[in-house]
């Protein structure tokens, strides 16, 4: 509590100095951090390259052997140096080292909901401390430091004196990857989770299995990714790809959730697992085409169990991703046995009913493991009894009606997430992450009390024509538009200042080895693929 008073001491603070302008282009954050000053007249530090280190400040409560910052100090020397130059500088009182405390013990978890991203970074002349409650936070506040180093004319690197005060305005800041659709190179999904630390991202949504593939290799349902996956020796995801990512991801401070979508999305599955899907028919007789999971057996339910237990301990965050969107009723309609399950149970002729009887049991499942779950919106729609701690992410877009969606949501005390306005596998000529830039999560009529039930959003990179060829130039810098909004202040809005920071950034990107695409006319001092 007293950490937190103090960081917010100091942000009152911050925000009560007098505005001033950036002192150069090393200094404009992206993205930008809640509150940051500049002495007055500016001010710099020289850099010696060759002699920087990272290090842990005494009395720090996580210290060397710190898997998470060890690796982090170990990624940004090269991110901050890569040019390194033979010319030291003399002048001055060189800043050489950053020191790095944390109040909260604790390194070998995983990042939640609930984990504390706030930091503090103070560079003045020939002193540098990074503060944080965790590690994650410090990880945040790395970043930050490595977009405020910068290069003279002469090649001396340097950083700008400042003071920044900095914390995510919405705890869950994710961005969507459609493996199904088109399989991703587990070397892709990596890249991808580096280039979100930088744009301070902190959920990796894994969009796994769908219609088209299930490249997920299952040590359960075996059968599932040899029957389902597009090849099952080239276009799966292994056990020990699952773990690489997780862990990946966990060293910059981003959860990975899974979601495993039903009970449509649903047709890869079935080779794998006869008697899952339901017959569609035709007049009397089968059709040989299948619809969505059978919801009327037994046996489904048996099946889910088994699944949603491995699954449930190959992924460790709290949360799994359920799905629960677009099921088409036309093949249960055709289906003799479901109308007769109909009648049965008093559903009448809605299927809507047959549905929602479905997800209740699979929401029954994984409560009974121990997971908190996310589903899309039309389960809530559909008027399905929730658990209060669902998650309801809304991505209908309708012409700005997902306002009206995340007011319906929160006004009946769920939790929601917003992708709808930010489908960036949608494309159009000219500058389309202004759009999303401009998006307000928050601009629906609501309490205080509702829209403090809006944890945040994320960006969605859905498959059907991307790939390894496209996604990162598809990706980036796009997406950092949604990393600001859910990130920096709801007063940060200027769309001219933000295309400067963020055309600045698409520069350090490609100084990164991140094959970012352009925002406009223009160039970058170091374009991709320079030495």
Not at 23 to 50: D, I, N, T
Not at 510 to 526: I, S, T
Request: proline share 7%; glycine share 8%.
């Amino acid at each position: 509590m007293a950490a937190a008073r103090a960081l917010q001491l100091s942000l009152l603070r911050l925000l009560l100095l007098p505005p001033l302008l950036l002192p150069g282009p090393a200094g404009a954050v992206w993205p930008q951090p809640q509150a940051q000053s500049f002495p007055p007249g500016g001010g710099r530090c020289p850099v010696p390259a060759r002699r920087f280190r990272f290090a842990v400040a005494d009395g720090s409560a996580v210290g060397p052997g710190c898997a998470v910052l060890d690796a982090a100090f170990q990624r940004y020397w090269p991110l901050l140096f890569g040019r390194a130059t033979e010319n030291e500088p003399s002048w001055e009182t060189p800043c050489a080292s950053l020191l790095v405390y944390v109040s909260t013990p604790g390194c070998d978890g995983f990042p939640s909901l609930d984990s504390s991203e706030s930091y503090k970074l103070s560079v003045s002349k020939g002193s540098m401390l990074l503060t944080a409650e965790t590690i994650w936070g410090a990880l945040r506040g790395l970043e930050t430091f490595s977009q405020l180093v910068g290069r003279d004319e002469n090649g001396m690197y340097y950083v700008n004196e400042t003071e920044i005060v900095d914390f995510p305005r919405f705890p869950h800041r994710g961005l969507l990857l459609d493996t199904s659709r088109h399989y991703l190179p587990l070397k892709a999904i990596l890249e991808t989770l580096d280039v979100m630390a930088y744009n301070k991202f902190n959920v990796f949504h894994w969009h796994i299995v769908d219609d088209p593939s299930f490249p997920y290799e299952s040590s359960t349902f075996p059968e599932l990714s040899k029957q389902g996956a597009f090849n099952a020796m080239t276009h799966v995801y292994t056990a020990s790809d699952v773990r690489s990512v997780i862990e990946y991801a966990r060293l910059r401070g981003i959860r990975v959730i899974a979601e495993f979508d039903t009970p449509g999305h649903t047709l890869s599955w079935g080779p794998g697992a006869p008697g899952l899907l339901t017959p569609c028919y035709v007049g009397q007789g089968p059709s040989g085409v299948y619809g969505p999971i059978n919801p009327i057996v037994n046996s489904t339910y048996q099946f889910v169990t088994s699944l949603f237990q491995e699954i449930s301990a190959v992924f460790p965050d709290f949360y799994l991703h359920l799905g629960g969107d677009e099921v088409d009723f036309t093949c249960w309609k055709s289906n003799p046995e479901i109308r007769a399950f109909m009648v049965q149970m008093g559903l009448g002729q809605d299927y809507k009913k047959l549905e929602s009887f479905y997800i209740q049991r699979l929401l029954d499942i994984v409560s009974s493991l121990g997971k908190g779950y996310i589903v899309w919106q039309e389960v809530f729609d559909n008027d399905v009894k929730l658990r209060p701690d669902t998650i309801i992410h809304v991505w209908k877009e309708n012409d700005l009606q997902y306002l009206n969606e995340i007011a319906n949501v929160t006004r009946s005390g769920y939790r929601a997430l917003l992708s709808a306005p930010w489908y960036l596998n949608r494309i159009s000529y000219g500058q389309d992450w202004i759009k999303a830039y401009k998006v307000e999560p928050l601009m629906f009529e609501g309490s205080p009390e509702q829209k403090a039930l809006v944890i945040g959003g994320e960006a969605c990179m859905w498959g059907e024509y991307v790939d390894v060829t496209n996604l990162t130039p598809r990706l980036w810098p796009r997406a950092g538009a949604v990393a600001e909004r859910l990130w920096s202040n709801e007063t940060v809005g200027n769309v001219q200042d933000a295309y400067a920071r963020l055309a600045e950034f698409r520069c350090t990107l490609l100084g990164r080895g991140v094959q970012a695409q352009p925002l406009y006319v223009g160039y970058c001092e170091h374009e991709f693929g320079e030495v």
